[in-house]
DNA sequence: TTTAAATGGTGTTAAAATAACAATAAGTCT
DNA sequence: AGACTTATTGTTATTTTAACACCATTTAAA
């Protein structure tokens, strides 16, 4: 073999972190190997790329396959390409990240197929290849990025309480202590980026909190302005 | 072809934005190419990964035979994949930014080859392939970098002044008006990152400034206490 | 040797942001 | 009606930030 054709002889794949906030905790979503190598591990959603695909294509496709959705947040986050990452040859794969509703989530046929499984992030075991890394670095990015940029809301339903979203944001960035309830929606009302429903929490056995929506085009106007989100 | 080829018919490159920092200003190391495509246009220095060659050596190794440095800040940014990217086939490349001190490069015989320079940030025309593109998101990376983690002494030699500190800061983060020279002493100082030195500045034609050193192994230790650097 | 030219170095204050803290309100359930 | 559960709200001390101007020290030129 040439050296040239030797440089060829490599492929790249993409695979994914798809985050989902249920139950006031953190999850992803997980498949369970069908196949060698790493067959009845859990391992992240991924797929080779295909050769007249973009990268972000690639990654969007995964996430369709796999639940449906499309028009979702997806992120680039980092390229592994150890030698030895994959046992079956040369595979670098480019990770990403995708914020989902869990609501919104539908078993399709391939999550079917592949038994994909939400799993809290805390009890995230021994995954397949370098998956456990890759999660590792994407939670890190979206530490990061829910604080500076109001990502956090592509995980919450359309309409949701201040207490929902502080649990969001506690689950995700997992202070010492807890945030603080009265100085947390101060900052948070005083952006004034969410928009008060008359509507109310219904079916809780207590006081029902009021419900709120994120207004994406007000933090548009303000981003123009200069405005820069900071949590 | 089988389909299960063809997802081997393609390769990957990793490309690499050497900032410097001279005469007050943020530079990059650039190449002119000698051969097709683009030949004769301007580029970031890369190559493709060789086959048993982990990302961040092939990086590091792009670096080494360009400037002769070893040892060097490196960081993989992000990888650009768009089908139609490289005219001559599929490949992707993973991009890399790296800080080195512009008094330590020698030109070695591949950058003398490769009619390496450095050019001035803002001076920048258009570049080969997508490497616009992968200069942008670079210069965007450092510019979150330098405010997050004390990257900035990379670009300046061991011993500097509080005025050259300044005016990295401001070549890098370009704010409307420069920054307040009192209160960034004081930041800066309050940190207790430096040493200040029994010399000063030499051979200039006005008071000579006190020379700084950065205390590595302070920061460490700070790091470890929890301090975040953030400017 | 005096003076001009150039950059180095320093402190205060008002305003804003942050952090710490607890009592009442409004529903459901029995 | 009373118990239970979560929602909602404001004040204050502390810290951080931003705005601002003058004297000091050296070299070079007159």
Redesign the pocket.
């Known amino acids: 073999m040439s050296e040239v054709e030797s440089f060829f002889k490599s492929a790249f794949s993409v695979d994914n972190v798809i985050f989902g906030f249920d139950g006031g905790e953190l999850k992803i979503l997980l498949i369970q190997r069908g196949a060698a190598p790493f067959k009845g591990k859990w391992a992240l959603p991924g797929d080779l790329v295909y050769p007249n695909e973009d990268l972000d294509t690639a990654a969007a496709r995964v996430l369709e396959q796999l639940t449906g959705l499309r028009n979702v947040y997806l992120e680039q986050v980092k390229t592994f390409g150890a030698v030895d990452r994959h046992p079956l040859g040369r595979v670098i794969t480019i990770a990403y990240y995708s914020l989902i509703k869990v609501t919104d989530y539908t078993v399709t046929a391939a999550s079917f197929a592949q038994s994909a499984k939400w799993h809290s992030i805390s009890q995230v075991g021994d995954l397949a290849f370098d998956h456990n890394e890759i999660l590792e670095s994407c939670l890190k990015r979206l530490k990061r990025k829910v604080r500076m940029t109001p990502v956090g809301f592509e995980l919450l339903p359309p309409k949701f309480?201040?207490?929902?979203l502080q649990h969001l944001y506690e689950s995700i960035l997992r202070p010492t202590?807890g945030l603080?309830?009265?100085?947390f929606?101060?900052?948070i009302?005083?952006m004034n980026l969410l928009v008060e429903l008359k509507e109310?929490?219904?079916?809780?056995?207590?006081?029902?909190?009021?419900l709120y929506q994120f207004d994406r085009e007000k933090y548009e106007e303000f981003v123009a302005e200069g405005f820069v989100f900071?949590i």
Chains 1, 2 share one sequence.
């Open positions: 309480t201040l207490t929902a202590k603080d309830k009265r100085n929606r101060k900052k009302l005083s109310s929490q219904a079916g809780v056995a207590h006081r029902p909190a009021k900071d």
